[in-house]
C-alpha cells in the first residue's frame, strides 16, 4: 500500500459484515482498502447538507458512458453534481448494476432458509437510520471490489473480485458528502470469495500520495 500523508483525519477497520459510516469533507478523500482480496463493498453517497441529493447510479452511468466505474470517474448525483470522484483505484473492476444483496433477493436467487442471513440492505438500514433516514432513501448503490460482468445477452453475473490483499480506491469529496458502507457479508456467492473480511477505511485532508 502506499504513503497516506500525515493529515489523517480518521483510520478504522470495519469488521467482517459490518456497517460504517462518515461525513467526508469538501476536498478529504476516503481510501477504503480491500484488506485481504476479494470482498465487496456496498456504497450509497448522500451531499451531508441535504440528504435529497444522493448518489445516482443511472445519471453516474450516462455522464462517462460505462457501466464499470474507475479512476477518473465522477459519481453523480441525482441533481447531476458529482459528490465525489475516484482519483486512485488498485482494482479496475467495481459494479454499478447490482445493487446490494437483501434478504428478499437472498431467498429468490438461494433459497428460502436464507431469509434470516445478514444483508448489505439491513446494514444501510441500520446506517441511514442515524441520520434520520429510512428504507426509501435507499438507492441503487456502488459495489466497490465487486466484478459483475455484463454478458452480451445483458445478463449479469456475480464472478470472483479481481482485487488483490491491500487493494484500495481513493475518493476525493468534491463536496461534503456522507458516505455509507456496507461490508458485505453475501455468502451464497462469490463476491466475497464466501468468506467475508474486514475492510479498512481512512479519511485524509488531501489526496494520499
Ligand atoms: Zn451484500
Same mark, same amino acid.
Given at each position: ?11 478504522q ?5 459490518a ?29 451531508a ?7 445516482s ?17 465522477g459519481?453523480?448525483? =441525482?441533481?447531476?453534481? @458529482? ?5 486512485? &483505484?488498485?482494482? +479496475?473492476?467495481? *459494479?454499478? /448494476? #447490482? ?29 441511514v437510520g ?22 452480451e =445477452?445483458?445478463?449479469? @453475473? ?5 482485487? &488483490?490483499?491491500? +487493494?484500495?480506491? *481513493?475518493? /476525493? #469529496? ?13 455468502v ?22
Amino acid at each position: 500500500m502506499s504513503n497516506v500523508s500525515s493529515s489523517v483525519v480518521l483510520d478504522q477497520v470495519v469488521p467482517a459484515r459490518a456497517p460504517w459510516s462518515a461525513v467526508v469533507k469538501k476536498g478529504q478523500t476516503l481510501r477504503i482498502i480491500d484488506l485481504e482480496s476479494q470482498q465487496a463493498v456496498d456504497a450509497l453517497f448522500y451531499n451531508a447538507n441535504a440528504y435529497s441529493e444522493r448518489y445516482s447510479a443511472q445519471e453516474t452511468v450516462i455522464a462517462q458512458g460505462s457501466a464499470y466505474i474507475g479512476k477518473g470517474t465522477g459519481l453523480y448525483s =441525482n441533481e447531476g453534481r @458529482v459528490l465525489m470522484t475516484l482519483v486512485e &483505484d488498485t482494482c +479496475g473492476r467495481h *459494479d454499478t /448494476l #447490482a445493487g446490494a444483496c437483501s434478504c428478499e433477493s437472498n431467498t429468490v436467487r438461494f433459497g428460502h432458509e436464507t431469509k434470516y442471513m445478514h444483508a448489505c440492505r439491513e446494514n444501510f438500514l441500520i446506517e441511514v437510520g442515524k441520520y434520520g433516514m429510512g428504507k426509501r432513501d435507499i438507492v441503487g448503490n456502488v459495489n466497490f471490489f465487486m466484478n459483475v460482468p455484463v454478458l452480451e =445477452n445483458g445478463e449479469l @453475473v456475480i464472478d470472483d473480485g479481481l482485487s &488483490d490483499p491491500g +487493494g484500495y480506491v *481513493d475518493l /476525493l #469529496a468534491e463536496m461534503d458528502t456522507l458516505v455509507v458502507l456496507s461490508n458485505c457479508p453475501q455468502v451464497n456467492n462469490p463476491c466475497n470469495g464466501f468468506v467475508p473480511t474486514p475492510i479498512r477505511v481512512i479519511i485524509s485532508e488531501a489526496v494520499p500520495a
